[in-house]
């Protein structure tokens, strides 16, 4: 392999060694220590013993508390992958195959809300969907309603809506990259072959953006299942999510091998919901 | 010969009256350039056409507009006595194959086959049957279960010809369709795409750039150039007869001879030869295999004024096999003639030609 001797011996080093290093730093020993935690446990006093066990793990099937709060977290993350969905896709469609002149404008106006930060996006929400927010006021105003709705704040479905707004450009951005990637002249031949618009649609441009709808499908739901500030903010007791169980453990529950071992689970659902997903979207990708 | 005239002026006449796709002072602007400047071609039915120009003549565009993937700004397109230019690709009875192929990847070759039929709502039961015959015809009946990406780029043609003749469109357009495919396999191609027009009587209308393959395939050739017919006609007719200096160029090689006629004889530097062509100044056209080697020495005698001869020094020769390219040194101008192989030749010689091969030609230039 005369190619072999391109690239020098210190070159190789300085391009190997520092990913290996972060991946190591940063990835396998925490993933390592938590792995560890999750098989101690900790006396009343909050000290941790070093004694390996399962306890931990039965525990989350023991307490209904865990599925429950696991399964309001999933439902959460399935509608905010769905809503997601169907705000992102006609949004990327609608620029990938509609829009001619300033697409990079539009583009940009898409994806700005990613570059704000996430709290004063939550906090936003909270003032507009609060009891005096400006949701409350302008139906009273309007005469809609006499008094303020409270469910708006602080319930599952002001997580939802949070999170669909600041994950939607995270499932636009995949769909919009697969649309631009479909060639044209597929199109052009569909509509020659005698396809309407409509059907073209459904049997070349549906098709082949598939890889993208997997990815930000993806990115809606690994992202809202582990999130933790949302329904701190806007979510109150009923919009209580998995992830901050497991903030209150490490912190002033300070019971870190229970939730290490939720983190555990938690890891294994997302690395099998990536795994499928990988799998699906080689099937679908034709490059 | 009189008689003979008579006997083809009908026929000839009712194949022009019969037309199948007609276009009409067709004008195409991209921004505020004009890519088609008013073109109007009729096309016969069952007939082989090619449109050959080179890149940015507006060839490929003049096909999308009869395709439907780009829309006339002024003009008309008829096909059949139903104006085209006004449905939509979707509508219009023509089928495209793209130059790229377009097939599309996440189908098997048999539902890209299939892809126009399902469109047009074909009973389901017909569908196996039609798509075998469309990939037998184009002999490739053992792979419908292949994806596309699988296949050669020769495969891949013929996947899109197949898919393209399926629902028997009025006319076929091709794009370019042999160019991305190496030299052996385009010829080979060029054949097969001949002896398949000839057997499905599919009107055909091909775009190049190449002007052999136009040559080879074409009944007739729409040589286009910069947005405007400069020649249409027979293969044979445009070589022989080129209405233009650029059509005489493009069409195979030429030498192009800028003269001055007075009195019936043109004059360019050396070359002189008899013409029944006006006074003034006029451009020829004179294939090199119309230029042979002089055997006689001496001026002309006077019963042989159709010979012209002329004085040059050979100062190149390359081999082509069966004949020789020379190139003449004649004082005012080079000249290329094609002779037959005759072994190294040098020095001074005189050459002749009939004065009726020197064709007189417009030329932008004169």
């Known amino acids: 392999m005369p190619e072999a001797n391109v690239y020098s011996r210190t070159y190789k080093t300085a391009v190997t060694v520092p990913p290996l290093l972060w991946v190591t730093v940063f990835l396998l020993v925490p993933y390592a220590l938590l792995f560890c935690y999750s098989f101690w446990s900790v006396t009343p006093a909050r000290e941790i013993v070093h004694l390996w066990n399962l306890d931990n793990y039965a525990d989350l099937f023991r307490n209904s508390m865990y599925p429950t709060v696991l399964f309001r977290s999933m439902r959460i993350a399935g509608a905010v992958t769905l809503l997601a969905l169907l705000l992102g896709y006609p949004v990327a469609y609608y620029l990938s195959f509609h829009v001619a002149e300033r697409k990079d404008l539009l583009y940009q106006l898409v994806i700005i809300p990613l570059w704000a930060s996430y709290l004063v996006r939550g906090y936003a929400w909270k003032t507009i969907l609060g009891s005096d927010g400006v949701l409350n006021g302008f139906l009273q105003y309007l005469h809609i309603t006499r008094h303020p709705v409270e469910f ?22 995949p769909i919009y990259a697969s649309l631009e990637h479909v ?50 903010l806007v979510g109150g007791p009923s919009g209580i999510m998995i992830s901050n169980i497991v903030v209150t453990l490490f912190g002033a529950a300070y019971d870190w091998p229970k939730g290490a071992a939720i983190s555990l689970c938690m890891l294994l659902i997302v690395v099998g919901i990536l795994y499928l997903t990988e799998r699906i979207e080689r099937k679908f990708s034709f490059q | 010969m009189t008689a003979s005239n008579t006997q083809q002026m009908p026929a000839a006449a009712s194949r022009a009256n019969e037309t199948l796709l007609s276009i009409r002072s067709v004008v195409k602007r991209f921004e505020n350039r004009e890519v088609l400047r008013g073109i109007s071609l009729d096309v016969a039915p069952g007939e082989f056409l090619t449109i050959l120009g080179e890149s940015g003549s507006g060839k490929t565009t003049l096909l999308r507009l009869v395709a439907g993937f780009e829309q006339l700004d002024s003009g008309e397109i008829w096909i059949a006595g139903d104006r085209l230019d006004r449905m939509p690709a979707y509508r219009r009875p023509v089928n495209t194959v793209f130059q790229s192929y377009a097939l599309f990847p996440h189908l098997s070759v048999f539902e890209n086959v299939a892809y126009g039929l399902r469109a047009a709502r074909a009973p389901k039961s017909d569908i196996p049957a039609r798509v075998k015959q469309a990939l037998d015809m184009v002999k490739m009946g053992e792979f419908t279960k292949s994806p596309p990406a699988r296949l050669s780029g020769g495969q891949q043609q013929r996947v899109a010809l197949a898919r393209a003749l399926v629902n028997r469109p009025r006319v076929l357009l091709l794009d370019e369709p042999l160019s991305a495919l190496d030299a052996n396999l385009r010829r080979q191609m060029q054949s097969e795409l001949k002896a398949l027009q000839r057997e499905v009587g599919i009107t055909f209308v091909f775009v190049t750039h190449d002007q052999e393959e136009a040559m080879a395939l074409s009944d007739r050739i729409a040589l286009l150039r910069a947005g405007r017919l400069e020649q249409v006609g027979e293969p044979r007719e445009i070589y022989g007869r080129p209405q233009t200096a650029y059509a005489a160029q493009f069409i195979g090689q030429t030498n192009l001879l800028r003269t001055q006629v007075h009195d019936g004889v043109a004059c360019a530097g050396a070359i002189v030869w008899r013409t029944f062509e006006p006074a003034g100044t006029a451009t020829f056209s004179l294939r090199p295999e119309c230029i042979s080697l002089s055997h ?5 005698q006077s019963g042989e004024i159709a010979t012209a001869r002329f004085r040059g020094r050979i100062c190149a020769q390359t081999f082509a096999g069966a004949s020789d390219v020379l190139e003449i040194d004649c ?27 020197a064709i007189r030609v417009r ?3 004169s």
């Open chain 1, 152 to 173: 708006f704040l602080y319930s599952p479905f002001a997580v939802v809506l949070t999170l669909t707004h600041i994950y939607t450009p995270f499932t636009f951005l």
């Open chain 2, 296 to 300: 006689s020495g001496g001026p002309p």
């Open chain 2, 331 to 357: 004082g005012s101008q080079v000249v290329r003639a094609r002779i037959p192989a005759v072994g190294p030749l040098s020095g001074e010689r005189e050459f002749e030609f009939s004065s009726a091969d």
């Open chain 2, 363 to 365: 030329d932008a230039g």
């Open chain 1, 183 to 232: 060639p044209r002249n597929l199109v052009e031949a569909s509509h020659d072959l005698g396809s309407s618009p409509w059907q073209t649609f459904w049997r070349v441009i549906a098709p082949l953006s598939l890889p993208g709808v997997l990815a930000g499908a993806t990115f809606a739901f690994v992202l809202t299942l582990g999130d933790f500030l949302a329904p701190l």
